[in-house]
């Protein structure tokens, strides 16, 4: 069968491929950000804005103060395992709060990057929504006769500390000792 000639201009037309990945990227694509060992966003592709948000002030583009606070310690720990194994590390029904304050569940990627050699050394972050059940999404925040709502706040604690922790290690500075000298 032949081509028409209109089909046959557009397959020779390099901005056609171009279009299509970019098409398919925007539907079929989860939203991701690639970053550096110290969690500086150098792309984002698609919508982050229900795992990230600017920090306010006159910060960067910094992954770990983007992430929501929901998010920093599964963020942390992963891109951490990932640094020390260059393995890629997946965390399953991690749970975000959306606008609607309903529950989202999520899969966490985390991915070292090898090829091509530009990109070596950088860590590729994918958010995924995950089906999730409607006694999940509607649970409120607002406490339940068996005491939900404390557990949930000790978790979230327990988290928020473990990730203190963690930033505080990672961002250790040499102290060297200096001798006074006579």
């Given at each position: 069968a032949l081509m028409s000639p209109a089909a046959a201009s557009h397959r020779l037309n390099n901005s056609f491929a171009a279009l299509i990945q970019k098409n398919l990227l925007q539907a079929y694509a989860p939203p991701a950000v690639v970053i550096d060992g110290k969690g500086?966003?150098?792309?984002?592709?698609?919508?982050?804005?229900?795992?990230?948000?600017?920090?306010?002030?006159?910060?960067?583009?910094?992954?770990?103060?983007?992430?929501?606070?929901?998010?920093?310690?599964?963020?942390?720990?992963?891109?951490?395992?990932?640094?020390?194994?260059?393995?890629?590390?997946?965390?399953?029904?991690?749970?975000?709060?959306?606008?609607?304050?309903?529950?989202?569940?999520?899969?966490?990627?985390?991915?070292?990057?090898?090829?091509?050699?530009?990109?070596?050394?950088?860590?590729?972050?994918?958010?995924?929504d995950q089906p999730t059940?409607?006694?999940?999404?509607?649970?409120?925040?607002?406490p339940g006769p068996d005491g939900q709502h404390r557990e949930a706040v000790v978790e979230a604690l327990n988290k928020e500390l473990q990730y203190t922790k963690h930033r505080l290690q990672s961002t250790e500075v040499p102290v060297e000792v200096v001798e006074g000298r006579d």
């Open positions: 500086e966003i150098l792309f984002v592709n698609g919508r982050t804005g229900k795992y990230l948000e600017p920090a306010p002030g006159l910060s960067g583009m910094n992954l770990f103060e983007m992430a929501r606070a929901e998010l920093n310690f599964e963020i942390s720990g992963a891109v951490h395992r990932v640094t020390q194994t260059r393995e890629p590390v997946t965390v399953e029904g991690v749970r975000v709060r959306t606008d609607t304050g309903e529950q989202q569940l999520l899969r966490l990627t985390v991915r070292p990057l090898t090829e091509p050699e530009p990109l070596a050394g950088l860590l590729l972050v994918v958010f995924e059940p409607r006694r999940v999404r509607q649970a409120k925040s607002s």
